[in-house]
Structures are given as structure tokens and as C-alpha cells.
């Protein structure tokens, strides 16, 4: 894990928030690669949510909200942490989160004082007067922005249950214990779908996304032995869902862990908003001639964590033959999916000379109206090789000195380090080829 965290900030992915001073605990921000790698993990998503699917809307809701809905839905009195002190260091943890033998993390001790409730949402105020009419809160989940929304959809787009509303943006949760890196953060980015159905098929469709969900992770590329179901207890699910099960990754500084959560949040929201509100959040049948109120099922997931499991998986180290000194010696390579890959193709002039350099500028300039590229031409060509494998550059186009006779230029694959001869004319066309498989 230490070298993933070292990797990830050595290399452009993420940064520590704030960091020139001494930071901000829980806050991360995305590098120029990190930014690449999350925006290709939403596209990916919104493919398979929304795009290929007929049923299914996109929805871009505001993080402010009106303080009633966050009454209405419960998480005012209901979204909470257990919080207890340290009476020796006065150090605060979630009560869940601490070792079976309750000594603390900081001094040791295990004198603690009494779990008590502490709500995870960031209180803020809306206009210049700071005073309790004033005050709303930094959502801590999209979904509510989907049910405020759902008579509007309906009007606005004649949809037929069951349907899908589908949503990505930041979320906020003022968590007691942060760490791991992006395990467990207080500002984050959800992709989040609530699918609306009959209450009679909810069951059926909880076990259809379950399947639909754990076939996407498989697809992007995360080994299956790193994943597995886990239904909760009844203990431990929400104060709205009926039924709950995890996506679990095997997490290596914790083992098994939630990745993703999928939810059965029957019809408690839409009931909840319609009695609050005065306002009508049914649904007409057409065919039965009568109004339903949906019952939901939530696939819920943070792009920050996907993107961490996506790297800890991909992070290899191998020992591979160096072209300079032809002897083995470990490369560092990330095994990322081509199609998440922050970088697809570097181009590489052998070395710097002029001419090569004019033929691989106007390759990059082709290629870069397509695809995500990048021109290095400092250091070995051997040193650019290896700084590509660790940011997952799964193609390098070398330009040398044949390519100014035979008009081609050497293709090296990442992960075979297998190289081929490619017309500079079919470079574009060989590229969209790799890409376009699974």
C-alpha cells in the first residue's frame, strides 16, 4: 500500500489536500493523471448505467438543498456515528472502528468516555446571516436530489416503470476517523442510481443489479478473487433500506471491505417527500388504472474508491530485461484496463534529433484529436519506456531513424513489452482497434 500511495503522488495521480500547509485530514485532490483516470471511470459508468440502457435518465442535481429534505429523509435524527474520547489523550475515534480490545490507537490507554451519536453532514448557512433559519447542509449522498426530482422526470421525459434515474457528483460526510488514503474521505464523488420498480419486482430486480453491477467491476478489469457479495445484517442497514448487500474488495490494509453498496429502499422516499412536501410522488400504471409509489433499488458507489481498487490491482512489479544493459532488473507497471488508462499512446522520438522529432509531433497531433497523449522526448528511451508502465500508458509509438525510409514506426505494448512495425498512416486506425476490445 505504501508504494501505491508513493506511486500515486510521485507520478501525477493524487495529491494531499492543502498541502503546503501541513494539509487537511480526509481531502484529497486529483493530479493531471488522477483527473484523466476518474473522468474515464464516470464515462465507463454513464455507459453502462445510462447509455446502453432504455430505461435509464441521467440527472445533474444541486449539492444545496432545502433543509426540509434532509428532515424528510431522516438523516437529520438518523445519519450518525457512534463517537467516543480517549479520557487519557482526548483523541476521538468511532466507537466501530477500534481494535476488540478497546486500547487506543494514540496513547494506548482504555479509559474511554460513553459512545455517543455524532451526525456526519457539514452544517452550512445560505446568505449573509448566520442563524438557525439560515441553515442547510452539504449533502451527504445524491439520492435525495433524485427523489425531490422524481414528478419532474416523469412529466418532463414519459417514462414507463420501471425506470432509472442516474447521477454523479460530490458528496460530503464529516467522518470521525479518516485514513487509508481514499478508503474513507470527507469530500468525495458518487455515482449513484436509483431504479424505480413495482414493489411486486423489487426483489427480482435487487438480484438483477446485483449481477449487472459485480459484471461491470469483472469488465473493467478488477480480478474476481478480489470480490465477493456480502449482505448486511440487520444492524447495520440504513434506516430506509429493507435489504442491503455489499460489493466487497479485498482491501490490503484492511482484508474485505465495501466497494460498492446496492440497496432495497422500498418506498420510503417517495412516501416521505410526498407527505412533507403536500405533494403527489406517485406513479399512474397505465395499465392498472392506478397510482403505485415505487419502491427503489440503489447501486451506490464512490469514484475515489473504485479508483483505488482499480490501482491496487492494477500495481504490478516484475522483473523484465533492460534494453541498455540487457540484464534483468524489476519494472514497476500499472495493468490498468487500456480504456481507463489516464495516457493511451506515448510518443517517443528515439532520441532528439530534428527529424525525428518533426515526424513525432505531427503523430502526436494526429493522435491527441481521439485519444489522451502524450510527447516525451527526455532521458533513454528505455527510462521513458518505464516511466509510461508505471502511469499505465498501455501503448508507446517510437519514432527512430527507419521511420525516416519506411515511413513506420516501432509499437510497444505494456504489458507484453512486445514491439511491432505500424505505417505511420494506420497508427490511428491500429490504436482505435486495441481500444475498442474489452
Not at 509499437?411 to 490511428?428: F, G, L, Y
Request: hydrophobic letters at 35%; a neutral charge; glycine letters at 6%.
Amino acid at each position: 500500500m505504501d508504494k501505491v500511495v508513493s506511486l500515486s503522488k510521485r507520478r501525477g495521480f493524487i495529491f494531499p489536500g492543502s498541502e503546503i500547509y501541513s494539509g487537511l485530514g480526509g481531502i484529497y485532490d486529483l493530479g493531471p493523471l488522477g483527473v484523466e483516470l476518474a473522468n474515464n471511470i464516470k464515462k465507463a459508468w454513464w455507459k453502462n448505467i445510462v447509455r446502453e440502457r432504455d430505461n435509464v435518465v441521467g440527472l445533474d442535481s444541486a449539492i444545496l438543498m432545502n433543509r426540509q429534505v434532509w428532515h424528510t429523509s431522516g438523516h437529520v435524527e438518523s445519519f450518525a456515528d457512534p463517537l467516543v474520547e480517549c479520557k487519557n489523550c482526548h483523541t476521538r475515534f468511532r466507537d466501530d472502528t477500534l481494535p476488540k480490545s478497546k486500547n487506543c490507537p494514540i496513547c494506548g490507554k482504555k479509559d474511554w468516555t460513553a459512545p455517543r451519536q455524532f451526525n456526519l453532514m457539514f452544517k452550512t448557512h445560505i446568505g449573509p446571516l448566520e442563524e438557525e433559519g439560515t441553515e442547510t447542509f452539504l449533502r451527504p449522498e445524491t439520492a435525495q436530489g433524485i427523489f425531490v426530482n422524481f414528478g419532474n422526470v416523469i412529466d418532463t421525459m414519459r417514462v414507463k416503470l420501471p425506470f432509472g434515474i442516474a447521477q454523479i457528483g460530490k458528496g460530503f460526510r464529516n467522518e470521525i476517523t479518516t485514513g487509508n488514503f481514499l478508503f474513507r474521505v470527507r469530500e468525495f464523488e458518487m455515482m449513484e442510481l436509483e431504479y424505480f420498480t413495482f414493489p411486486e419486482t423489487a426483489e427480482k430486480d435487487f438480484e438483477y443489479w446485483q449481477k449487472e453491477r459485480m459484471d461491470w467491476h469483472l469488465s473493467l478489469g478488477l480480478k474476481k478473487e478480489s470480490l465477493r457479495f456480502r449482505e448486511h445484517e440487520d444492524n447495520e442497514r440504513a434506516h430506509y433500506a429493507t435489504r442491503s448487500v455489499d460489493i466487497e474488495y479485498n482491501w490490503p490494509f484492511m482484508g474485505w471491505g465495501e466497494l460498492e453498496g446496492i440497496a432495497n429502499r422500498t418506498d420510503y422516499d417517495l412516501k416521505q417527500h410526498a407527505k412533507m412536501s403536500g405533494k403527489d410522488l406517485s406513479y399512474f400504471d397505465e395499465e392498472t388504472k392506478k397510482k403505485i409509489v415505487p419502491y427503489v433499488i440503489e447501486p451506490s458507489i464512490g469514484v475515489g474508491r473504485m479508483m483505488l481498487a482499480l490501482i491496487i490491482d492494477a500495481y504490478t512489479e516484475e522483473k523484465a530485461p533492460t534494453a541498455e544493459k540487457g540484464e534483468a532488473e524489476t519494472r514497476t507497471v500499472l495493468k490498468l484496463n487500456p480504456t481507463l488508462s489516464p495516457i493511451k499512446v506515448a510518443i517517443l522520438p528515439l532520441v532528439k534529433d530534428v527529424k525525428l522529432t518533426k515526424i513525432a509531433r505531427e503523430i502526436h497531433k494526429d493522435l491527441r484529436e481521439n485519444w489522451e497523449t502524450i510527447y516525451d522526448e527526455v532521458g533513454t528511451i528505455g527510462r521513458r519506456y518505464r516511466r509510461q508502465d508505471e502511469i499505465g500508458t498501455p501503448y508507446c509509438v517510437t519514432v527512430d531513424f527507419d521511420s525516416l525510409n519506411d515511413d513506420a514506426v516501432t509499437v510497444r505494448d505494456r504489458d507484453s513489452m512486445k514491439q511491432e512495425r505500424i505505417k505511420v498512416d494506420e497508427i490511428n486506425n491500429w490504436v482505435m482497434k486495441k481500444l475498442s476490445r474489452p
